[in-house]
């Protein structure tokens, strides 16, 4: 039996030389989860590279304050795909040595964390995991609270400039240099203690709680209620007007649009792989987002539609039932009754949600265009590059008022999901999907080339998965400099559709010719609200989506 101090099991290390041991030490308990419990040695080791605080994960648990003698082997945990070990101890047994231990101080997390480089914020993570930490109160809400309890906030301002962009209402638009970078955050396991909160919101009160490594990234795990001053903000309403002579396309992301609410016998996951769009009122939300605020525009490009049955398992890929349901909510509202089209998908082969056949489609107004049917063609087909991801959907349409064609290619790239974390042992950092998604834009500009050559207009839009400055988008506009992103337009604080982890940025995107900017032939707005408004913790499918919504116009 070893005898050792908590911050010796870390060490200087991810991964422990005890590893596999038994040990046993002590320290006073400060936060308690589902899984366990954190410990931390009152005395501090005054070692900047070393922690003081551990894990111990065990079913029984001690109460906080209490100092208590745990007996376990140390494990170097790793749950499958996190790609970073976690030092615990797995406990056989603990002992209470006192009812009231030594107090611990934590460890305030204030501003300049957010002034280190990615590698230094890593070296500071690590050498304080499992320790008590604390976020003063003054600092703002930087993400929308989301079903699961998680938080992540911009500390108070120590007076030090600050490169940061800001949004009017609060938010922190991500680091093009370092998109990556980690901002300060926390969960709330007890839903009853987790408050909803919009970004801008402010913290009313110190909170504390150990610093655990989970999903990716380092996070305090809070207990207790805390205090805010939330914001009111509202789903805005596009300032593009509706013009007679221009055609407006609007980039809305379904988030997993169905019809039904799954049979539990038929998911692939019923934890995850249920939801009742209908009876949540996303179809009513979307409707108004088309009809009220963009103001029903002709072209409506959708990402994230699913089949009829949603995730059920089946040889069902039709998505009719789910156009006909948001078509009917437009109609509802006193929009126009659109049409649509789409090209679905071969069973289980575009990737997403299991089950959902998940693909890109059109709504469009026919008093205002006609769609060229023998045009709708999905990009990448029986190629690499879109080996189990949804394929891009090129549609022509004639515009009424001019006689002209419009080509309109809606995208949704590979998915970032498998990026690894900047936290993770190996390749850190590393999104093995870019290569993939640059490939894709190669195959999209064939597409356009020949589109030029043709002399025919076009829009490409739609959810790239990459923000303005990625390879992948510079590779639209970079090569021969004939097109503009259209998001390039706008203010800087206002290029952003998406809240990822607290870091605002975009990642739907127009793409068009460059001789239509400069005739000032086009114009771009977006929609902001869906990624700034939280949602009440424990509550899915409050949301029509999780992006902003994009609204270009073009006058062709």
Aim: charged share 25%.
């Amino acid at each position: 039996m070893i005898d050792l101090r908590v911050y010796e099991i870390q060490g200087d290390s991810v991964r422990s030389p005890y590893a596999n041991k038994e040990v046993r030490t002590s320290g006073v308990v400060t936060g308690i989860t589902r899984k366990g419990y954190f410990i931390q040695d009152p005395v501090p080791n005054g070692h900047g590279s070393k922690s003081d605080g551990i894990f111990v994960y065990s079913k029984s648990k001690p109460k906080i304050q209490q100092l208590v003698n745990v007996r376990g082997r140390v494990v170097d945990y790793e749950k499958e795909g996190n790609g970073r070990p976690v030092t615990q101890i797995q406990a056989f047994s603990y002992d209470v040595i006192e009812q009231v231990g030594p107090k611990i101080h934590p460890v305030i997390i204030g501003r300049e964390i957010i002034r280190l480089s990615i590698a230094e914020q890593v070296t500071y993570l690590t050498a304080h995991e499992g320790m008590l930490m604390a976020i003063e109160e003054g600092a703002i809400f930087m993400s929308p609270s989301n079903p699961y309890g998680d938080y992540v906030v911009l500390p108070i301002d120590d007076g030090v400039d600050s490169e940061l962009i800001r949004t009017p209402e609060g938010g922190v638009l991500i680091s093009q240099s370092e998109p990556e970078k980690w901002y300060p955050n926390f969960r709330i396991s007890n839903y009853n203690h987790a408050p909803k909160v919009n970004v801008g919101a402010k913290l009313l009160s110190t909170i504390t709680g150990p610093l655990n490594y989970r999903a990716g990234s380092f996070q305090m795990s809070v207990l207790g209620e805390i205090a805010i001053e939330n914001t009111e903000i509202h789903r805005k309403i596009t300032m593009l007007d509706d013009e007679e002579d221009s055609i407006g396309i609007l980039t809305l992301n379904g988030f997993n649009l169905d019809v039904k609410k799954e049979n539990a016998s038929k998911v692939m996951n019923p934890r995850k792989d249920i939801d009742d769009d209908v009876g949540d009122g996303r179809f009513a939300a979307l409707g108004v987002a088309i009809v009220q605020q963009a103001k029903s525009p002709e072209i409506v490009a959708l990402q994230e539609i699913q089949d009829n049955d949603g995730a059920e398992i089946s040889a069902t890929v039709s998505a009719k039932e789910t156009y006909q349901m948001l078509i009917s909510a437009i109609v509802a509202l006193g929009g126009p009754e659109y049409k649509w089209v789409d090209i679905p998908p071969e069973v289980g082969q575009d990737g997403g949600q299991p089950g959902g056949n998940i693909r890109n489609g059109y709504l469009y107004d026919p008093e205002r265009v006609t769609l060229l049917r023998d045009t709708v063609t999905r990009l990448g087909d029986n190629t690499s590059a879109y080996k189990g991801s949804r394929k891009s959907l090129l549609a022509q349409f004639r515009l009424s008022h001019t006689g002209k064609i419009l080509a309109v290619v809606n995208v949704h790239l590979a998915s970032k999901r498998h990026q690894q974390s900047i936290f993770a042992e190996v390749d850190p950092g590393i999104d093995p999907k870019e290569p993939i998604r640059i490939e894709q834009v190669e195959i999209i500009n064939a597409t356009l080339q020949q589109l030029e050559t043709e002399g025919v207009d076009y829009c490409v839009t739609g959810d790239f998965n990459d923000i303005e400055t990625s390879k992948s988008l510079q590779k639209f506009t970079g090569e021969n400099d004939l097109r503009i992103n259209l998001v390039q337009t706008l203010a800087k604080n206002q290029r952003y559709d998406y809240n990822h982890r607290g870091k605002l940025q975009v990642l739907m995107h127009s793409i068009v010719p460059k001789y239509l900017s400069e005739a000032g032939r086009v114009k771009y707005d977006i929609i902001h609200g869906n990624e700034l408004i939280g949602v009440e913790p424990g509550q899915l499918g409050e949301k029509p989506s999780d992006h902003a919504y994009v609204l270009t116009q073009l006058f062709i």
